[in-house]
C-alpha cells in the first residue's frame, strides 16, 4: 500500500484528472489529500464532485479541509464571512455551480463532505498530514486552528514526534516542491502558472500534472 499525499488543488479539476491518470491508485493505496479543494480555479464544483465519488473507489483515502474550505463553510450562513470569500476565490468557486452561482445551487453531498468528511489533520507511523502547518511543540490533538489552518510555512517543523511534516498552503509559484527534510510542503501552485503535486510519503517518488494535462515525474532525495 502506497501513502501518497496530494497538494492544493483549488478547483484545478483537469490537473486533477491528469494527476490521478499517471499516479494510477489502486483500492488498497491511501491518498490523503491537503485541502484546499475550492476557489481560485475554473472548477471547484467538479473537483468535489470527483473526491465526494472517490470515497467508493478509493476507501482509503483521507480528505483534509483547508482554510478556503473552512471560508466558504462559513461563508454559507455569515454574511461578513461571504464577503471575505468571495474576495479570495468564492466568485469563482460558485460560478463553477451556474452562471451566476448561488449557494443554493451547491449540492447537499458537497456541503456534507466538507462538514462530515473531512478531517483537520492525519498522521500515520511516520508522518504528520496537516494543510497549513503546526507547533512542533504539542501533538496533532492540541494544535490550534490558526497553525493548521493559516499559518505559513517560515523554515521546517521539527515535531517533538520525530514525524516527517507533510503540508500545503505555502504556494510554491515556481511548481516545484519546497522539501526541508523534515517538513515537505507540496502546494505547487496549481491554479496558477505550476502543478498539481502528488507525493509517496515513503519513497520520495512525485508526480505532477498542470492544467494543459502534462504531466512530469522525479524523485526527493534520500526517502529509499
Request: glycine share 10%.
Given at each position: 500500500?502506497?501513502?501518497?499525499?496530494?497538494?492544493?488543488?483549488?478547483?484545478?479539476?483537469?490537473a486533477l484528472d491528469a494527476l490521478l491518470a499517471a499516479v494510477r491508485p489502486k483500492a488498497a493505496d491511501r491518498l490523503v489529500f491537503l485541502g484546499d479543494y475550492v476557489d481560485r480555479g475554473p472548477d471547484s464544483?467538479?473537483?468535489?464532485?470527483?473526491?465526494?465519488?472517490?470515497?467508493?473507489?478509493?476507501?482509503?483515502?483521507?480528505?483534509?479541509?483547508?482554510?478556503?474550505?473552512?471560508?466558504?463553510?462559513?461563508?454559507?450562513?455569515?454574511?461578513?464571512?461571504?464577503?471575505?470569500?468571495?474576495?479570495?476565490?468564492?466568485?469563482?468557486?460558485?460560478?463553477?455551480?451556474?452562471?451566476?452561482?448561488?449557494?443554493?445551487?451547491?449540492?447537499?453531498?458537497?456541503?456534507?463532505?466538507?462538514?462530515?468528511?473531512?478531517?483537520?489533520?492525519?498522521?500515520?507511523?511516520?508522518?504528520?498530514?496537516?494543510?497549513?502547518?503546526?507547533?512542533?511543540?504539542?501533538?496533532?490533538?492540541?494544535?490550534?486552528?490558526?497553525?493548521?489552518?493559516?499559518?505559513?510555512?517560515?523554515?521546517?517543523?521539527?515535531?517533538?514526534?520525530?514525524?516527517?511534516?507533510?503540508?500545503?498552503?505555502?504556494?510554491?509559484?515556481?511548481?516545484?516542491?519546497?522539501?526541508?527534510?523534515?517538513?515537505?510542503?507540496?502546494?505547487?501552485?496549481?491554479?496558477?502558472?505550476?502543478?498539481?503535486?502528488?507525493?509517496?510519503?515513503?519513497?520520495?517518488?512525485?508526480?505532477?500534472?498542470?492544467?494543459?494535462?502534462?504531466?512530469?515525474?522525479?524523485?526527493?532525495?534520500?526517502?529509499?
Amino acid at each position: 500500500m502506497r501513502t501518497l499525499a496530494i497538494g492544493d488543488i483549488h478547483g484545478a479539476s483537469a490537473a486533477l484528472d491528469a494527476l490521478l491518470a499517471a499516479v494510477r491508485p489502486k483500492a488498497a493505496d491511501r491518498l490523503v489529500f491537503l485541502g484546499d479543494y475550492v476557489d481560485r480555479g475554473p472548477d471547484s464544483a467538479g473537483v468535489l464532485s470527483r473526491l465526494v465519488d472517490m470515497r467508493w473507489s478509493l476507501p482509503n483515502a483521507v480528505f483534509l479541509r483547508g482554510n478556503h474550505e473552512l471560508m466558504m463553510m462559513n461563508a454559507r450562513h455569515d454574511r461578513g464571512e461571504r464577503k471575505n470569500w468571495l474576495s479570495v476565490g468564492g466568485v469563482q468557486c460558485l460560478q463553477s455551480y451556474g452562471n451566476p452561482g448561488r449557494f443554493d445551487d451547491i449540492p447537499a453531498g458537497h456541503w456534507f463532505f466538507l462538514d462530515r468528511e473531512c478531517v483537520d489533520s492525519f498522521e500515520t507511523d511516520t508522518h504528520l498530514f496537516v494543510h497549513a502547518n503546526l507547533d512542533g511543540e504539542r501533538p496533532l490533538d492540541e494544535q490550534t486552528e490558526s497553525m493548521l489552518f493559516w499559518e505559513f510555512l517560515t523554515g521546517p517543523v521539527r515535531h517533538f514526534s520525530g514525524k516527517t511534516v507533510v503540508c500545503g498552503h505555502t504556494s510554491q509559484r515556481s511548481g516545484d516542491i519546497l522539501d526541508l527534510g523534515d517538513t515537505v510542503c507540496i502546494d505547487t501552485f496549481a491554479h496558477g502558472s505550476g502543478w498539481l503535486t502528488g507525493l509517496d510519503v515513503r519513497t520520495g517518488e512525485y508526480w505532477q500534472a498542470n492544467q494543459r494535462g502534462d504531466v512530469r515525474t522525479g524523485q526527493l532525495p534520500d526517502r529509499e
